[in-house]
């Protein structure tokens, strides 16, 4: 059964930094553009960053790009999202997405149209 597992969220306190983790049982793994949304209270749920399959393809949100860096492993099976230099804006539930492609190298930068989703982990920027 096909399954995202996101890990590593908490709070920190802003320019700290946090790693997020996705553990994800989507096979083949390789043909999976994972990515991570973020829905903070009251706003509609946003992209932040995709990787294509072949893992050397990324897209980046603009109010993130310099900060965060996406990154898979194949070994694992699992997607990775470094955030540095966090600010309260970066406050929200961060998501875990995958989306088969038939290509490794294709990408995807869209906040809707994955197919499997995790179920959030909560990230608290404090000021």
């Known amino acids: 059964q096909e399954q995202l597992v996101e890990s590593g969220g908490g709070n920190v306190q802003a320019g700290n930094s946090l790693r997020l983790s996705c553990a994800a049982s989507?096979?083949?793994?390789?043909?999976?553009?994972m990515a991570w949304l973020r829905q903070a209270p009251g706003k509609e749920r946003e992209f932040v960053a995709s990787?294509?399959?072949?893992?050397?393809?990324?897209r980046y949100a603009d109010s993130v790009k310099g900060r965060f860096t996406i990154s898979r492993d194949t070994a694992k099976t699992t997607a990775y999202l470094q955030m540095n230099d966090l600010n309260s804006e970066d406050t929200a539930v961060y998501y875990c997405?995958?989306?088969?492609?038939?290509?490794?190298?294709?990408?995807?930068?869209?906040?809707?149209?994955?197919?499997?989703w995790g179920q959030g982990t909560q990230v608290t920027v404090s000021s």
């Open positions: 997405a995958a989306l088969w492609r038939s290509s490794t190298r294709q990408i995807v930068s869209t906040a809707g149209g994955w197919r499997y």
């Open positions: 989507v096979r083949p793994f390789s043909h999976y553009v």
């Open positions: 990787v294509s399959g072949s893992g050397d393809i990324t």
